[in-house]
């Protein structure tokens, strides 16, 4: 099944099973992409390990392009960050998140078209983000 897909410089969203987004880096070399999932993984498995008070920020900044990052930081560590979303992509992004959740993953262009990892790899992590939206201010 093929999802709709979107894309800002770097960065790719897509849309699985009852509309929850899927963002994240797109690469074209696999092996980097299931490195770098590996990483977002593991950050995330170390700062929700101990504390359960442990809490993940979600923000969304603006750049000095205009463009925009998706930061995503525990009490400790930055665990990632998406660069140069622009605001259209944003727009998309934030208007995606009725549920309230998302997917942190990464993305293969291969000749198939793109691969998201989550569906082929499991590999990803869901995010619970009720305030994100409010967080945006454009």
Known sequence: MAYPSFFSGEIALTFLGDNIP????KFTDREEAVLTARRYLQGINQMAGGNRNNTLKIAFKRQADGRYSLVMEGSRQLIGKLQDLDELFMK??????KKKLFILTCFVEGVDGLECLVLTEGLGAVFYAPCAVKSWRP
């Open 22 to 25: 899927a963002i994240g880096p």
């Open 92 to 97: 998309r992004f934030l208007k995606s998140l």
